[in-house]
C-alpha cells in the first residue's frame, strides 16, 4: 500500500463535523465575500501573534505581493532573497518590476546566511540597485536567523520581510514566527501546516501604516469608500468559506504542531546514522512543513527516489533547481561570494512523508525503504 505524502484525510476525518458545521453557518448565511469568518480568523490569528494586525488574502503569492506593495517597492528597487526557495519568493519581487538579489543559504537550516547577506548586498549595489530590503524564507519549517537578519537589515537602512509560508507556527526564541521585521507573509495552500481547502494566504505586521495600505490593496486599492481609488490594488481576499476551514483547523493546530515535532524527532533518531537529518538552531522551533534529509555523496537520487515509489514510499524534492539558475531569472544579481551552497544542496534534499497522522510503524517503514534504497545504490 503506498504511504500518503500528506494526509488530509486523516485530518479531515477528525473535524469534519467542525467543518461541516462551519460551512453550512456560512451557506446559510451567503457572506461568501469578507464574510464573517474572515473578520473571527484575523482576531484569532492576531491574538496569537500578540496584537500583530492579521490582513487575510488569497495566497501565499499575494500575501508576499501586497507585503511589497505595503513596503512600498518600486521598480529599480533591490531586494535579497535566497535562491534555495519556491519560486514565488523571488517571483513576488520581480513581479512588482523590482530585483531579487540571491544570497546564500546556511547548511544546517536551509536558511539565509546571516553573516553572507553583505556579499548579497554588495552584489546588490554593484548592479545599480536602490537596495531596500532583505525577504527571508522559513524553508522547511525552521525560520531563518530572525534576530541576526534582523541586526543586519537595521545596521545597513533595509526592511526585513518574513515568507514564512512553511514556517508558521515555529518560534524562535519562544516569539512567535510573525513578530519579526516589518512583515511576515504566510500560505494557506492545503498542503501547508495551517492550509484551507484551496487559496489561501495572511500576511501580518505591527505596522499601522503598512496594514493601512495592505488592507486597501487586497481589494483593488479602495479608500473611505468602495468606489474610492487610493491605491493601485488587486483582488486578493480570502473567502469566507476558506476561513470558516482554516477556524476549524486552528483548533487543532498547536497539537498538530506538538505531533510533528515528536515525528520529526523520531525520524531523526531512525535516521541520524545513514543520512544527514535535519538540525534546528538552538532555541528555535519548527512546524515541520517538511521532513527533509540530504543524501550521502555519490547517491544517485533518481534511482534511489525511483526505488522508494516501487516500495511504495512517496518522495519529493524541494527544490531540485535553485532560482538563479531558473531561465526567467538568470539575469539577476548573485551574492559575490556565490551559491555553491544553494547548488549542492540542490543536488542531495530528499522530502520524505510528514504530516501529524504519521504512525511510528509507517515511519519504520519508510526507514526500512530508505535503507534498503541506499544500499542498492552502495553495492
Ligand atoms: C516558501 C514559499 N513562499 C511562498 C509560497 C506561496 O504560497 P501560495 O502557494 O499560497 O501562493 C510557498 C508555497 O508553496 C512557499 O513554499
Known sequence: MTIAFIDLAAQQSRIRSRLD??????????????????GELETALSERLGGHHTISCSSGTDALILGLLGLQVRPGDGIIVPSFTFAASAESIAVLGASPVFAEVEEASFNLDPNLLGDALSAGKKAGLNMVGIMAVGLFGQPANLPAISEFAAKNGLWLLDDAAQSFGAKWAEKP??????????SFFPAKPLGCYGDGGALFTGDDKIAGIVRSCRIHGQGSDKYENIHIGMTARLDTMQAAVLLAKLEIFDEELAARQQIAERYNKMLEDIVTTPKLADATTSSWAQYVIRLPEGGDRSAIQADLAKKGVPTAIYYPRPMHTQPVYTHYPVSTSGLALTEKMASDVLALPMHPYLEKDTQIRIVQALESALAIKAA
Do not use: H, N, P, S
Request: proline fraction near 0%.
Open 177 to 186: 514566527v510573525g513578530q519579526f521585521g516589518a512583515v511576515t507573509a504566510t
Open 21 to 38: 458545521a462551519r460551512l453550512k453557518q456560512v451557506m446559510d448565511r451567503g457572506d461568501y465575500i469578507m464574510g464573517r469568518e474572515v
